[in-house]
């Protein structure tokens, strides 16, 4: 935008992109790797995050209900 700063920008949505003047820069770094080799869509909504906790929730519920049927874990 205005000639003499970085435009920095997050992947992670919940952080809005912001403008650094270029005589403040200590350090600049290089993403290089996601912990997968793809990176991932970065427009997730707060919706779609909810929806993937509550299917891990629902994962982790009956994963533990197989174990608690199967004897192998106890509360």
Not at 17 to 42: A, C, D, Q, R, T
Not at 61 to 75: D, I, W, Y
Request: aromatic share 8%; proline share 8%.
């Amino acid at each position: 935008k205005e000639k003499g700063s970085l435009l920095l920008c997050s992947t992670n949505p919940l952080y809005q992109p912001y403008e650094v003047p270029v005589g403040e820069v200590l350090e600049v770094w290089k993403f290089v790797h996601y912990i997968s080799p793809e990176l991932p869509e970065p427009n997730l909504t707060r919706d779609d995050l909810s929806r993937s906790v509550m299917d891990l929730q629902k994962e982790v519920s009956r994963m533990r209900k197989a174990m608690e049927t199967q004897g192998r874990l106890a509360f």
